[in-house]
């Protein structure tokens, strides 16, 4: 039998939340470059496929498949590494790897080298989330939690919205230049040039997690037999965990990998949508897409922290699959209009609300993996729900939508009814399923 060692609220509440609030907000600051360097690629579209002559499809297999794969496969063994070893450490490699990647794609040729660059950002991007999820964990209580990883996860959306709005700044300031000599690298394009921008301070926050971030004492820690802490912190173990919890795992997976799916339609496929249905130029989409995701994103994240905490002070042990389920419940209608509104500043409003409401189960998911997991299991049963989030959400849902705009409308113009499409099912399937794993979550906890 394995026995909790916990640590009391009471103690949790005397001591300095300064330096865990410090720890937030740098990992925060990584996230936001995560998601620049991730997300930089949507806007840079038309000038990608036009220079490496690619077809919808294979774009999005650059903007998914490189990317998700190699993060989501690679996740798993960077949380193995981040339950046994030092998490700050963990993450300042991987945040080097990535932004090294992300300069290596203002360099690439050819399809195939922009597909391993991209690889690359993916496996640096793994090291990331999930031992920062479990650093956090450790320096919050429960009933703070949801604020804390809301906080860490406005990161994405930050760096998602300063992607375009910078990305569209560097596009306006190089667009009357086809071609531009840097010393040291030759003759490059604006979108190149794009990519050398963004990835390089990428290193500088490296170095500082590297030399401020401290590894926080572990809590919640499961004593095994024999004091094998060897095979508590092993793959099998963690797997076994979720075998005892099979249903509440699979409804939880499930339903956030959709939802998932519904938030990666909108935010890789909305600049071309906009470019194509509106005639918007990259640096226009870049600045007002951008400014929204800043605004809404966020307020979505934060909102959804404060519902569950909300939630779990009033009693509801559930709180945070509730607060992921009424963000999909918000979402529908948007995600299922603003492809197809006619005007374009209604588009803009009902995009507003899809981001706003889109953002709910970042946070909610992670807090719901970080109360449910013991301590030790943390990073790696958080990697491999963005293995599967990631494969299913980003990969095949960017996927679906460019091969319904490629196959079946046979039209890059109707982009925004792939985007409805896709976007609209997965919704629906999300709010069903975390619906359905509702009362599941609350017999884990009690059984944990």
Known sequence: ???????????????????????????????IFSYVDRQILSLLIEPIKADLK?????????HGLAFSLFYASMGIPMAYLADRFSRPKVIAIGVLVWSI???????????????????????????????????????????????????????????????????????????SADEISLWGIGIVRPWQVTFFIVGFPGILVALVIYLTVKNPPRRNLVAVKNNAEEDAVSFWRALHFMKQHSRTFVYMFSGFSFAAMGLFCVLSWSPAFYMRRFGMTAGEVGYVI????????????????????????????????????CGGIGLLIPISLYPVADNMMVSFVLLAAALFFSSFPLATSAAAMQILVPNRMRAQVSALFLFFSNIFGLTIGSLLVATMTDRVFQDETAVGYSIMTVGGVATLAHIILLYKGLKYFRESLSRH
């Open 290 to 325: 951008g400014v929204i995701m800043l605004i809404c994103n966020t307020l979505g994240v934060l909102g959804s922290g404060w519902l569950t905490d909300y939630f779990q002070k009033i009693g509801k042990s559930d709180a945070s699959i509730r607060a992921g389920m």
């Open 101 to 175: 990647a992300t300069v290596a794609c203002g360099i690439t040729k050819n399809f195939i080298q922009m597909f391993l660059a991209r690889m690359n950002v993916g496996i640096g991007e793994a090291a990331l989330s999930p031992a920062a999820y479990s650093m956090i964990a450790d320096y919050f209580p429960k009933e703070k939690l949801g604020r804390a990883l809301a906080v860490y996860s406005i990161g994405s959306f930050i760096g998602g919205g300063l992607a375009l709005i910078i990305g569209g700044a560097v596009i306006d300031m190089v667009s």
């Open 1 to 31: 039998m394995a026995e909790v060692i916990t640590e009391t609220g009471k103690a949790l509440e005397k001591k300095s939340y300064a330096y865990p609030w410090y720890v937030v907000f740098i990992c925060m600051v990584a996230y």
């Open 54 to 62: 690619l077809s919808d499809t294979q774009f999005s297999l650059l």
